[in-house]
């Protein structure tokens, strides 16, 4: 079974501030997604990504497979920017859907 | 598109009830799962399905049943509530083999159901 371990637990930032939010795992992985849920809400996905880099607006994503790590970057970050971010890895390939998650890590960005 | 619907969005029942939570898509979605959402725990598989037909169990199936009679519906049935049931249940799918690449891998989430049991 794959363990997904993140860090920061908590994050506390000034508006403005770089952010970065790392997940770790265990066994090597077919895809990981980065997800994000505000307080109360649902859970949307940013990023799904095998390799290499992906960024969307403000928000970018690093995976190194040989390390077994990723990264979460948040520029410029704004109080808007607070949620819960969760990374989750499917392991295998194939029609292996299943995902296995991060406890998530809590984003709080303060005006 | 209406994306993943559940429903519904609140409910509170009482140890020893049973209840379906409802889930649908309208992707045209292969997999199709139930996950339920703990303090400190992570996100946890309950049940998940391929296709039409064809069901398995998860990482915490005890005390739940799926059925999938047609892609749309992936209905979630508690037998007998306990309350250590209660959680935020998300169901969520994936298009599956028949989009490309990674795609098929896309995680579409449903707005989720929050579930007490007492």
């Known amino acids: 079974k794959n363990e997904v371990e993140q860090s920061p637990q908590n994050l506390t930032a000034q508006e403005g501030e770089f952010i970065t939010i790392n997940c770790s795992y265990s066994?090597?992985?077919?895809?990981l997604h980065w997800l994000q849920q505000h307080p109360g809400g649902g859970i949307v996905s940013l990023f799904m990504?095998?390799?290499g880099k992906k960024k969307h607006g403000r928000l970018i994503a690093t995976i190194n497979i040989q390390e077994k790590h990723s990264s979460l970057h948040i520029t410029a970050s704004h109080p808007r920017d607070s949620a819960v971010y969760i990374c989750?890895?499917?392991?295998?390939?194939?029609?292996?859907?299943?995902?296995?998650f991060g406890k998530g890590t809590l984003l709080t960005v303060n005006p | 598109n209406a994306g993943v619907t559940q429903t519904p969005k609140f409910q509170v029942l009482k140890t020893g009830q049973s209840m379906t939570l409802q889930c649908a898509q309208d992707?045209?979605?292969?997999?199709m799962s139930w996950y339920r959402q703990d303090p400190g725990m992570g996100l946890r598989l309950i049940h998940y399905?391929?296709?039409?037909?064809?069901?398995d169990q998860g990482e915490v199936p005890n005390g739940y049943n799926v059925s999938r009679s047609t892609t749309e519906d992936f209905p979630l049935r508690l037998l007998s509530a306990a309350p250590s049931q209660t959680s935020v249940y998300f169901c969520?799918?994936?298009?599956?083999?028949?989009?490309?690449?990674?795609?098929?891998?896309?995680?579409?989430f449903g707005p989720g159901t929050r579930l007490t049991v007492t």
């Open positions: 992707m045209n979605h292969e997999y």
């Open positions: 066994v090597g992985i077919s895809a």
């Open positions: 989750a890895v499917r392991s295998g390939g194939g029609s292996n859907y299943k995902l296995t």
């Open positions: 399905s391929v296709g039409a037909g064809i069901t």
């Open positions: 990504l095998s390799s």
């Open positions: 969520a799918s994936s298009p599956g083999p028949l989009a490309g690449g990674l795609r098929r891998y896309e995680q579409y």
